[in-house]
Nanobody
Framework: VQLVESGGGLVQAGGSLRLSCAAS????????MAWFRQAPGKEREFVAAISRNGGSTDYSDSVKGRFTIARDSAQSTVYLQMNSLKPEDTASYSC??????????????????WGQGTQVTVSS
């Protein structure tokens, strides 16, 4: 199984980025997907999640209204559209996949597969 993120980079505050996570080696439609982030010296933080069929999404309060998670089953890819970026969004962003069928927000330990992360840096 591989999850490969891309799309990170350096952007000014107020700008936008779109992250992608391409999945392979798994039956994509069986997995709920999520994005987490981790800044230096801080704990890993939940950002957003999307259900298997894309019909349900969940966002942390810190990104709600600015970020949008989506998935494309034909491409086995999950996206994170990030708008109105702030310096506090600076972190390494990782995608994760889980077979867990529970519908509540899951902690990072509930996810079986992880990507290597892509760095997002927002300058003020």
């Amino acid at each position: 199984v591989q999850l490969v993120e891309s799309g990170g980079g350096l952007v000014q505050a107020g700008g936008s980025l779109r992250l992608s996570c391409a999945a392979s080696g798994l039956f994509f439609n069986s997995y709920a997907m999520a994005w987490f982030r981790q800044a230096p010296g801080k704990e890993r933080e939940f950002v957003a999640a999307i259900s298997r069929n894309g019909g349900s999404t969940d966002y942390s309060d810190s990104v709600k209204g600015r970020f949008t998670i989506a998935r494309d089953s034909a491409q086995s890819t999950v996206y994170l559209q990030m708008n109105s970026l702030k310096p506090e969004d600076t972190a390494s962003y990782s995608c994760a996949a889980t077979l867990t069928t529970r519908t509540e927000r899951l902690g990072h330990l509930e996810y079986q597969y992880w990507g290597q992360g892509t760095q997002v840096t927002v300058s003020s």
